[in-house]
Structure formats: C-alpha cells, structure tokens
C-alpha cells in the first residue's frame, strides 16, 4: 500500500469526503454557504475540546475535568464582563489564566500522589462544577458585550467564522508542540512507556504537570469560545463535553494507552464527528442520536485500533 494509506488521517480524511458527497448529494443544502458556517463554527469549538484530551491520552491518562474547566472557564469569562466590566480581551486572559490553573492542580495532584488520573480528575469535577453552580446560582450571565457574540457568530471571509482564526493558531502550537518541541517528544515518551522516559532523564512529574495545564488552558478556550458562539454564560456549559472529547481522538487513532496521537488525525475526527451531528439535524432525525453514533464510533475506533496492533505484532512475530 502507498504510504500515505497507512497514516492515522487517511482513513478519518476518507470517510470525511466519502460523507460529504454523500450527505450533499441527498441533500444539497449540506453545502450551503449558511450550513459551512455552522459546520465550522462547530469544528472550530470542538476541536479545542478534543485537544484538550488529546493531549492528555498521549501521556495514557484522562482527563474527565475538561467539561467542568471548560465551564468554570466560560462563566468566569462572562461574569467578569457582566459584574465587574471588564474588557472582552482581559477577561478571556484571565478565564484562560483560571483553565490553566485548574489543569496545573490536577497534573500536580496526579503527579504528586501517584493516583489515577481516572480517580483525581472525577473529584476534580465535582469540585470545579460547584465552584461553578456557587459562583452562578445556576443562572446565566447575559451581559455578553455586543464585540464578542459578533466575534462568535460573524464571518471574516466568505462563509468562514472569525473563530476559525484563533482555532487554526491552537492547531498550528499543537501540531508544532506534537511533532517540533522537546515538550512534545517527552509527553509522547511518557505515555509510551514512563518507567523507560525516566532512565532516559525524563522528568515524568513534570511532563504530566505540563500536560495537564495544556488539557486545562485548551478546555478554557473552548468555554470562551462557545460563551461568544452561544452570546451567553451558560452554567450548564462543559456538561456534554466528555464523550466528544474521547471520540475525536480516538477515531483519529489515539492509542489510549498513550504514546501515539496526531493532531491532524483528531482534527479529521472533530469533523466526522460534526458531519454526522449536522446530518442529523438536515433529515430530521432525533439529535439525541448522535451520542450512540459517537458511542459507537469510539467502540468502531478503539476495535480498528487494536486489528492493526494485532497485525503488526504478529507480522513482528514471523519475522
């Protein structure tokens, strides 16, 4: 096979351009100006809650925070405007400046204890949801200043959204994080095998605390993201994260037991995703369909995953 067959993207980038044709050609409005819009908005967003795991799955761990840092994130974006009036810019800094402190709590507390990631980030997500529901009463905060919901739902050029601007600058800082940086190298490491990274001089604990305050500072700009997409605080943002924020990344062929993640692969899988959800709605079939279709494309992911492991060890094997 071409070598280009038997990269992670390939596969997602063909079901992603087998299910356009598809969907376009059943339905021509998929390809509409107004629907691309849509679509990109929901990449754009999306794609930062994938990352924010991805980058967690590639030190085999997970996050089940980023829901709850997403939100505390996005209600601390808009209140800060709302009650104390300050400026979009220095409130985002400052929602960003909270994501990743959350995230460097819960790599410190990983690393420090030497409990799992699984059992640290679950309390962890408890204690930044209340946080969240004290600060809010579980009311919204809607004094959302008119600059930034323009931000979130206006276009730059053509079709496409003012958001996918920051949204291409975080892929370009992963992908050259991933595959340019010593950082990147060394999480990579750790999830590959710790114990080896270490007797190579990897400082394990810091790498994991590394990790985790980017899974934090991505998951806070999603919830700045969708506060200017949505034009609301909603205290309820964040709670439907979890599943999506596995599935991207595993479709893109995250092995979860870490060592192996592709920034572009995930990207491919954030848009599969959002072709199926956005599907769903243009023929009006129930949308609360899309989390057994995600349910089923992580299981679909993780068995093609583990076929092609079994191939390449037992190739191994005769050899």
């Known amino acids: 096979m071409p070598r280009f067959m038997q990269t992670d993207w390939f596969g997602p980038l063909a079901i992603a351009v087998v299910a356009i044709a598809l969907i376009g050609s059943f339905n021509p409005s998929f390809l509409s ?6 679509l990109l908005l929901a990449i754009t967003v999306n794609m930062l809650i994938a990352f924010s795991q991805m980058i967690i799955i590639a030190i085999g761990q997970m996050n089940l925070a980023v829901g709850a840092i997403g939100g505390l994130a ?7 405007m709302q009650v104390w009036g300050l400026p979009a810019p220095l409130a985002a800094l400052l929602a960003a400046g909270i994501g990743l402190l959350a995230g460097i709590v819960n790599g410190a507390f990983i690393a420090g204890t030497g409990i799992s990631a699984f059992v640290i980030t679950l309390a962890t997500l408890s204690v930044f949801k209340g946080i969240n529901l ?86 806070a700009l999603a919830g700045i993201a969708l506060v200017a997409r949505l034009e ?7 709670d439907d994260w979890l599943i ?36 769903l709605v243009l023929f009006h ?35």
């Open 33 to 38: 100006p107004l629907n691309i819009q849509v």
């Open 74 to 80: 996005a209600i601390s974006f808009a209140g800060m």
């Open 134 to 219: 004290a600060i809010t009463k579980a009311q919204p905060f809607y004094g959302v200043p008119q600059s930034v919901k323009d931000f979130g739902n206006t276009t730059v050029l053509g079709p496409l959204p003012w958001l996918v601007i920051p949204a291409a600058i975080v892929f370009a800082a992963m992908w050259y994080l991933l595959n340019r940086l010593p950082l990147g190298r060394f999480i990579l490491a750790v999830g590959g095998n710790a114990h080896s990274a270490e007797l190579s001089g990897i400082s394990v604990s810091r790498t994991v605390i590394s990790a985790h305050a980017i899974s934090g500072l991505l998951a």
């Open 232 to 238: 609301i605080g909603q205290p309820t943002i964040g």
């Open 244 to 279: 999506l924020s596995f599935a991207a990344p595993v479709i893109g062929g995250a092995v979860l037991a870490g060592g192996h993640v592709s920034s572009f692969a995930t990207l491919l899988g954030v848009i599969i995703v959002a072709i199926i959800t956005q599907a």
């Open 285 to 319: 079939i129930d949308p609360f369909l899309v989390q057994v279709v995600l349910g089923a494309l992580i299981l679909w992911a993780v068995g093609m995953n583990r076929w092609r492991e079994i191939r390449v060890n037992s190739g191994l094997k005769r050899i």
